[in-house]
């Protein structure tokens, strides 16, 4: 079996994920109150779809790198991953009850539940509405910035080599 760096790397998140819920687990118990409200306001954020189609996702990523080297089975892979579509239905859960946690571990109850109360008034609606918005329209403008930004570097690496007398390609 081929292990690819996507492989290794994946297994190595796994494995710090697991020491870094270890360690603030065995520091801090979130209450079952903390929780409730930890998993409302994810619920109120939408939080949870973030995640949606981890596990068809995977399933068909791994898929497709099995077909590289092995497209005389696509048949059997496609009905393999049919099944495991199915049979790991679901286990995308685990990323939302880690996040649960997480906000249970990093904050009180009693701060979760002023964050709810907080998104239940009409700025904290106006947040939850605009704020992809006004994420995805950033992320656009440092994605223009970034490489205008490039091409200005790249033409005063070509001007400094020019300079030199050391064209560049």
Not at 32 to 56: D, H, P
Request: hydrophobic letters at 45%; proline letters at 2%.
């Amino acid at each position: 079996m081929k292990i690819t760096a996507r492989a290794i790397l994946a297994a190595v998140v796994v494995l710090a994920m697991s020491l870094v819920c270890g360690v603030a687990s065995a520091q801090q118990q979130p209450s079952a109150g903390a929780l409730a409200a930890a998993r409302q306001l994810l619920q109120v954020k939408g939080a949870f779809t973030v995640y949606e189609g981890a596990v068809v996702g995977t399933v068909e990523n791994v898929k497709a790198q099995l077909l590289q080297a092995n497209i005389s089975y696509q048949k059997d892979l496609n009905d393999v991953a049919a099944k495991l579509r199915q049979d790991l239905a679901g286990r995308d859960a685990e990323i939302g009850n880690e996040m649960v946690r997480q906000y249970a571990t990093d904050f009180s109850e009693q701060e979760l539940k002023d964050l709810l109360a907080f998104y239940n008034t009409p700025l904290g609606k106006k947040v939850l509405a605009q704020e992809p918005k006004t994420i995805a329209t950033s992320l656009q403008f440092m994605r223009d910035w970034g490489q205008r930004f490039a091409d200005e570097v790249d033409g005063k690496f070509h001007a400094e080599m020019q300079k030199r007398g050391k064209p560049i390609q």
